[in-house]
């Protein structure tokens, strides 16, 4: 739980981890305005373009969280420097749960949890070790094997702090509803469930259709119920959007140490193992005959290697034309100065 504690300090040690949450809220709300006050074409478009734009604060916080880099224009280099990283996977998983939801309804959107669970780092690790989408793919789905039970235990708790948000929604959605007075628009609609069951009878909705249309109409086209439902959606996804964020690049961090620490341990042991069956070997080979005696002298040996080691050359650091500025050098060797 480390990474999660880390991720709910990073509110107050890492700020810019509120821009994930600004974005979304922001994203929502105009959403909402240009549907109902401009046109449907328009809102649809702000929407996607919010969708597209959320993976480059999400690059940001990746990169300066997975480095440890706190310095001022950090968040920056690395949104640039993993936007384009992080996007590709990210529109490839969802555009698959999309065509898998159209082609097979529910069952699609069944089959589009695995689809997630084994794809949800894609994009992260696509930042951290620079990789193509189908690698991305390949390498987020190898760790998830890899850490079953530590991803499983991530899982876990992010479905905790969607609960949690879902019951701050409720709440918060209650209390605006009741100010704006469109409890009584509900309470009607719900009155005309409970005189007419059969209007939730699936068998029947056809014959129904109309009296549903009208029912779903007379809630959405009412703003007593849509600005409270709106600003109760930016209101939890300010606050968090930024933990999801966060708590995914802490954990992935921890995760890819945890991994490579076993499978160095790994290799260690496969070396021991090793040694040992070789020495054995020779130990059989040998048997029976004696050994020389130990009298071996280096120098005899091989005179200029022992010479060499004896006097080793210092070796010659790059010259490096940005030395003492304020800044750092991308994967590519591309310098970009803090500002």
């Not at 259709?209 to 930016?234: C, H, K, R, W, Y």
């Not at 933990?243 to 499978?263: N, R, S």
């Amino acid at each position: 739980m480390g990474a999660a504690a880390n991720a709910i300090a990073s509110y107050f040690k890492m700020p810019v981890v509120w821009m994930n949450g600004i974005a979304a809220a922001l994203g929502i709300i105009l959403v909402y305005f240009a549907a109902a006050y401009l046109h449907p074409v328009v809102a649809a478009l702000i929407g996607a373009f919010f969708l597209i734009a959320l993976p480059f604060f999400f690059a940001g916080t990746y990169g300066m969280i997975l480095d440890g880099n706190k310095k001022k224009g950090a968040f920056m280099i690395y949104a640039r420097y993993g936007y384009t990283r992080c996007l590709p996977p990210a529109i490839f998983v969802a555009a698959i749960c999309l065509l898998l939801s159209v082609i097979f309804g529910q069952i699609g959107m069944l089959i589009s949890i695995p689809v997630v669970f084994f794809t949800y780092f894609a994009d992260i690790t696509a930042i951290r070790h620079n990789l193509r989408t189908g690698q991305a793919l390949k390498d987020s789905a190898k760790r998830v094997l890899g850490g079953s039970f530590l991803v499983l235990i991530f899982y876990l708790a992010n479905i905790i702090a969607g609960i949690l948000m879902a019951f701050l929604f409720d709440f918060i959605f209650g209390g605006l509803l009741s100010v704006s007075g469109g409890e009584e628009i509900v309470t009607s609609v719900s009155q005309t469930f409970l005189e007419n069951p059969s209007l939730l009878n699936p068998a029947d909705v056809a014959a129904n259709q109309d009296t549903l249309v009208s029912l779903g109409n007379q809630l959405i086209s009412s703003s007593e119920i849509m600005l409270p439902f709106v600003f109760s959606s930016a209101i939890v996804s300010f606050l968090f959007m930024p933990f999801f964020t966060a708590y995914k690049a802490f954990f992935f961090k921890d995760l890819i140490a945890a991994q490579a620490a076993a499978e160095a341990a790994m290799k260690a042991a496969q070396a021991a193992a090793a040694c040992r069956e070789s020495g054995y070997e020779g130990a059989v080979q040998q048997e029976g005959v004696p050994s020389a005696p130990d009298t071996y002298n280096p120098v005899e040996a091989n005179p200029a290697e022992t010479s060499r080691e004896a006097a080793p050359s210092a070796p010659q650091l790059p010259y490096d034309p940005h030395a003492g500025e304020d800044g750092e050098y991308d994967s590519k060797g591309r310098w970009f100065k803090y500002k």
